[in-house]
C-alpha cells in the first residue's frame, strides 16, 4: 500500500522557532527620539491649553519634551522654561481674578467703526483722556452678578467666569450692549490684567460700535 502524501508545512511547528523568528524581525519605525520628537509637537504648541488627542497622559507629553530638550541647544530649553513659567503666571493670574470682589479698569487707545456707503471705515479713538477707570465692585461669579460705576453712572451687570477670564454684559437702557472681559492674564511686568471693553452702539438706524483697551486691577 502506497502512504499518502504530506502536506507541505507552511510554518515552524516548535514554538521555540517562532520566538527565535521574532528576533529576527525588521528595524522599528519609530526610533525613541523620534518619539520624543512626536511627543513634543504636542505639548509645546499646546502647553497652554488641552494637549493634543494623542492618547499620552500629559505629564507624559512633558517629561518626554523634557527629554528631548536635554540634547537641544540652550535656547530651545530656555524656550520651554519661559512657557512652564507661563503657565504659571497664568495660574496667579486665574487665582486672583477668580477671587476678586472689586476691579478697576482703565482703558484708552482703540477703534470706533461706521459704515459709509455700505463699507465699514475704522478710525482711531480714545475713550478717555482722563484716564477716569471703570469700576466693578460686588462681583459675585456664584451669582452671576457685579455693580458697575462709569462715566454713566451705577448699573448692575451680569458677572460670567469663562476659560479666558471673567466678562461683564452692560445692558443699557437705550437697548446696547457693553462688553468688558478682563483676561486671566497680566500685562507684561504688572499684576495688572489684560482687558478690552467693546460698545455695540446702534441708534437711528445707525451702527457705531467701537472697541478700547486697557488694564483692570485689584486695588489694595
Not at 459675585?140 to 451680569?158: I, P, T, W, Y
Not at 461683564?168 to 500685562?187: I, K, M, P, Q, Y
Request: proline letters at 3%.
Amino acid at each position: 500500500m502506497v502512504a499518502n502524501r504530506t502536506a507541505k508545512a507552511v510554518g515552524p511547528t516548535q514554538l521555540h522557532q517562532v520566538v527565535a523568528t521574532r528576533v529576527l524581525g525588521g528595524e522599528a519605525g519609530l526610533e525613541f527620539d523620534q518619539i520624543a520628537r512626536v511627543i513634543l509637537h504636542s505639548a509645546v504648541y499646546y502647553i497652554l491649553g488641552l494637549p493634543e488627542s494623542s492618547g499620552y497622559p500629559t505629564f507624559l507629553l512633558l517629561a518626554s519634551a523634557c527629554f528631548e530638550l536635554r540634547a537641544q541647544d540652550s535656547d530651545e530649553l530656555q524656550k520651554f522654561q519661559a512657557m512652564l513659567e507661563a503657565m504659571g503666571s497664568q495660574k496667579r493670574a486665574s487665582s486672583i481674578l477668580l477671587q476678586a470682589t472689586r476691579l478697576h479698569c482703565v482703558f484708552q487707545q482703540g477703534s470706533t467703526t461706521a459704515w459709509v456707503d455700505g463699507s465699514p471705515v475704522v478710525e482711531f479713538d480714545v475713550m478717555t483722556e482722563s484716564g477716569d477707570p471703570i469700576v466693578f465692585y460686588g462681583i459675585d461669579l456664584k451669582d452671576r452678578s457685579a455693580q458697575m460705576m462709569g462715566n454713566g453712572g451705577r448699573q448692575s451687570v451680569a458677572a460670567i467666569a469663562t476659560g479666558s477670564g471673567v466678562t461683564f454684559l452692560e445692558s443699557t437702557e437705550s437697548g446696547n450692549l457693553n462688553v468688558t472681559t478682563v483676561f486671566a492674564g497680566f500685562a507684561e511686568n504688572s499684576d495688572k490684567f489684560l482687558a478690552v471693553h467693546s460698545r455695540h452702539f446702534f441708534a437711528m438706524g445707525q451702527a457705531r460700535p467701537s472697541q478700547y483697551h486697557g488694564t483692570c486691577s485689584v486695588p489694595e
